[in-house]
């Protein structure tokens, strides 16, 4: 396991359309482990999208359980397949470090994807975890959250 270097907003990876991940093998294991470990040790984000770390494959890792919410949650080509309600959340991106932005999300979102095992999973999210896994399904389309923020803050602040 390793702790991979995040990429910053202007590395045009964070732009790219990522790809579905067709086998599960040691490398997408490897993959998710190291996204996951590269999570914890960033100790401000709560998910993190492959194309993040340089990957453009369809993976993200989630992680809330120190806010007592879900997680960790390591998901393969995840996708929104049911999205209801409306919120308005904060949020901030380990890729765009020292700001934040106000972005409208569904409520409450359905997300289809594989686990670990390949094994097919359906999450019912609420809440701040429906806000986590739409800003992280984002990435793998190349879609940041300044994108859709309609006002910012100075994350210092």
């Known amino acids: 396991m390793a702790i991979r270097e995040i990429r910053e907003e202007g590395d045009p990876i964070l732009r790219k359309k990522s790809r579905e991940i067709e086998v599960i093998d ?3 294991l490897q993959l ?5 470990d590269t ?8 998910g993190l999208a492959a194309p993040q770390v340089g990957v453009l494959k369809r ?4 992680d809330l359980s120190e806010e007592g919410g879900e997680g960790p949650l390591k998901l ?5 397949v049911k999205a209801k309600g409306e919120q308005v959340c904060r949020e901030g991106c380990l890729s765009v470090p020292g700001l934040l932005g106000d972005v409208t999300r569904p409520a409450e979102v359905v ?3 594989l686990n670990e095992k390949g094994e097919h999973i359906k999450l019912k999210a609420k809440e701040i ?4 896994l739409c800003h992280e399904i984002d990435h793998l389309d190349g879609v940041l959250f300044v994108d859709k923020a309609t006002e910012f803050y ?3 602040e």
């Open 26 to 28: 040691d490398r997408i």
């Open 32 to 36: 998710l482990d190291d996204m996951y």
């Open 39 to 46: 999570l914890k040790a960033s100790k401000d984000g709560v």
């Open 59 to 62: 993976a993200i890792v989630v």
């Open 76 to 80: 393969i080509n995840p996708k929104i």
């Open 111 to 113: 997300v289809e994807a």
């Open 129 to 132: 975890l429906a806000v986590v």
């Open 154 to 156: 100075d994350a210092e």
